[in-house]
């Protein structure tokens, strides 16, 4: 009897409390566009404003509301469900989701849904990098290069799946299919316009390219009119400057621990400190018509 009385409450606790439902966009987004997530409860009597939309990165957040640095967020209660809009979506938003109820009497996992997944096609700007370079100085828009130099120049994105590479040069009749433009000993006929082209493999729409030019000095030009040798000129200034700006204040520094070495305090003479008593000799008036100060 007590084993029934048991199982009786279990299943009345139980079916007091209905499942958070979620639902969202069943295909992939593309950067950029809309999206609405909706959750609501299977039993309407339920109150959807103690709940609210969590998203998973790392570990289960609450989904921020308001404008933000690329996107924002709108949360509203719409009859019986609650509404997540977001604008301008990017790559962040690429994660699992869900609704979570703020109720203490329900615990996990009967106070949260099954987890939506929204997926989000992207791809970021292309950036260029030359081999033998600090990535993060990049490529000019024009690369100039003394004649018989190599010259590898490597094309990168960010995207949600894996993009194609290919490189082009303008007028030409070749496709190089790689992220990778390898010229070995350029001349003058290796000049001009190059492009690195990156589509995405899912969506034809979303693609990148970004152009160079190269140009080919002769072997004999002066070292500062190649973008290498104008790259190490200003890293050289920039190191000059800073090891001015460190041995100024270095000096400044030994000059001012000098001047507070040298430099004299306030006179402590204790005998100007010493007491005058009403019956001593400083006390008493002095009878004497001497006016002068002393000094």
Known sequence: MKVLLVAAVVALIHGSHATLLIKGPPQPILMGNHITVECWYSDSEHNISQVHFEVFSKSWVHVPEGIRCFYSTEINQVADSLILSTYRVWGAYWGPYRCVSDNDNVTAPDNASQP?????????????????????????????????EDVVVSCSTSSSEEPSYSWQKEGGDWILPSSKLTLKKVSAMDGGQYTCMAEHPSVESLNKKRTISITVLPEDAPFYESSNGRLMLMTSAAAVALLVLILSMSVFLCRRAKQAKTSKGPIDDRSQKKPIYKTSVESLPSTCGDKQPLV
């Open 116 to 148: 939506l997944t929204i997926k989000v096609h992207y791809m970021t700007d292309l950036s260029l990098t030359r081999e033998g370079y600090i990535s993060y100085l990049g490529v000019p828009r024009e690369l100039k290069v003394r004649a018989g």
